[in-house]
């Protein structure tokens, strides 16, 4: 009898905590992915066959039952919960879901073939203001306009930023634009108009602290620096009284200058 698949669907489905959530494309960053190949409508000896996309290379990972990736073999799992002479149900389990597992799957069975992207939501790996450290005590000058730039990077999944002085949401005084290369998005928050205090630094911004905090599907980080303003230096002289020859003019100090024509 030869070998027959008409039809071939695959799915994801996700396992964070004791929950489990289904997705077209979707694991998490160290939960459990189970990529669900069925067949329907096949002969009693069709074989299935799973395989990844990864730098340009075709990897087997599995034919039928036994898998064949050696590189993840303590990761892979292949399951069979539903297993008949004209329906299959193969499920191909990764454990400790990592950023490399985000690439192209595909089963087949004959000229049946069916692929999807899995998209792994990983964690932002980077996270900063300026150029400054996380707790980091940045220096304002009293009535200036700081420019403030909050940049995140690393995450698989797209970013949101809000932007906080103290328990105070300032995100709309910014503007944002996003990136994205290999998968990895970046995030740039900045304003080069936005001032602490609605108008400028003034003294009671002093010790306020200035947090910038990305999230995606499942991550968050934050970063906060604390501002210490500068106040300006005045400078206030006086003099005692004397007086004081310069050629044939006498000059009375006494906290500012009197000329006495000769």
Same mark, same amino acid.
């Given at each position: ?21 289904? +997705? ?6 160290? $939960?459990?992915?189970? *990529? !669900?190949?069925? #067949?329907?409508?096949? %002969?009693? =000896? ?100 700081? +420019? ?6 690393? $995450?698989?999944?797209? *970013? !949101?930023?809000? #932007?906080?002085?103290? %328990?105070? =949401? ?93």
């Amino acid at each position: 009898m030869v070998a027959i698949c008409l039809t071939l669907s695959l799915l994801v489905h996700f396992v964070t905590g004791e929950k489990v959530e289904l +997705s077209a494309s979707t694991a998490v960053y160290k $939960s459990k992915a189970t *990529i !669900t190949c069925e #067949v329907t409508e096949t %002969t009693f =000896d069709s074989i299935v066959i799973l395989e990844r996309q990864q730098g340009g290379d075709t990897i087997l990972i599995s034919r039928n039952s036994e898998i064949h990736d050696l590189a993840n073999r303590n990761r892979y799992n292949i399951f069979l919960p539903k297993f008949e002479e004209t329906n299959k149900i193969y499920q191909l389990e990764i454990s400790d879901v990592e950023l490399k597992d985000g690439v192209t799957y595909s089963c087949r069975c004959e000229d049946a073939t069916d692929s999807l992207q899995l998209a792994v939501t990983g964690p932002i790996s980077s996270l900063t203001i300026n150029n400054y450290n996380a707790g980091e005590t940045v220096s304002l000058d009293i009535q200036d306009t700081p +420019s403030l730039v909050c940049s995140a990077k690393g $995450s698989s999944g797209a *970013i !949101t930023m809000k #932007v906080f002085v103290d %328990t105070e =949401d300032v995100t709309s005084h910014f503007q944002s634009s996003q990136s994205q290369s290999n998968g990895v998005y970046s995030w740039v928050f900045t304003n080069k108009n936005y001032t602490i205090n609605n108008g400028v630094v003034k003294k009671d911004d002093e010790g306020k602290n200035f947090t910038c905090k990305a999230t995606n599907q499942q991550f968050d980080e934050q970063v906060m620096i604390i501002i210490h303003v500068l106040d300006k230096p005045t400078i206030a002289c006086a003099a005692n009284q004397h007086k004081t020859s310069i050629g044939a003019r006498n000059i009375d100090l006494v906290g500012q200058q009197k000329y006495k024509l000769p």
